[in-house]
């Protein structure tokens, strides 16, 4: 896994945040080091509870973390990245340009778009985690599984049809915890 973290891949897209990322306001983070640490580092761990295919959504992608990061580890998954800042939704294109990912970008609210049948569901700081669950539901594929970098203090989510399956925290010193849950609702059909 080290050598994709620090492939040519995500040092370009790395690049291509750090250029951008006071004309989009996408990060206050500088330092390439820095925003390895904090983003990439993390999201690495979360890639280890993600399919290596399948169709992946990133509610609120905003610069693309995790999503952009976990296509570029899990190259057989497909991404569907959601972000209804239009700028930041034509970066996200730009990047996936770049990149070569296999990736839509929707510059939308994850609630007005038809279902997107995915397999994979993954979000980082956009609101709490039932209400991402919620977004997630009307999404997901029976069996997808749901992956969100949450406060270290964070306690399981309640949502109908998902199940917490476990968490653990993402590194030592980290302040964040990684949770999962499995959509196991089986009272409609995807």
Known sequence: ???LINSEKMH???????RFRKVLNLTSVSDAAIFKRRFIDPTALMSEYIPDTGRMLDIGSGMGVPGIPLLILKSGVHGVLVE??????????HVVRELGLSAEVHDASVEDLPCMHVDICVARAVTRVNVLLDMCSMHTNRGATAVFPVPINEVPAVSAGWTFKESFIANAGSEQRIQIYKWEDVSRET
């Open 1 to 3: 896994m080290d050598h």
């Open 12 to 18: 370009a897209y790395m690049a291509l945040v750090l």
């Open 84 to 93: 209804r800042r239009k700028k930041r939704a034509e970066f996200l294109r």
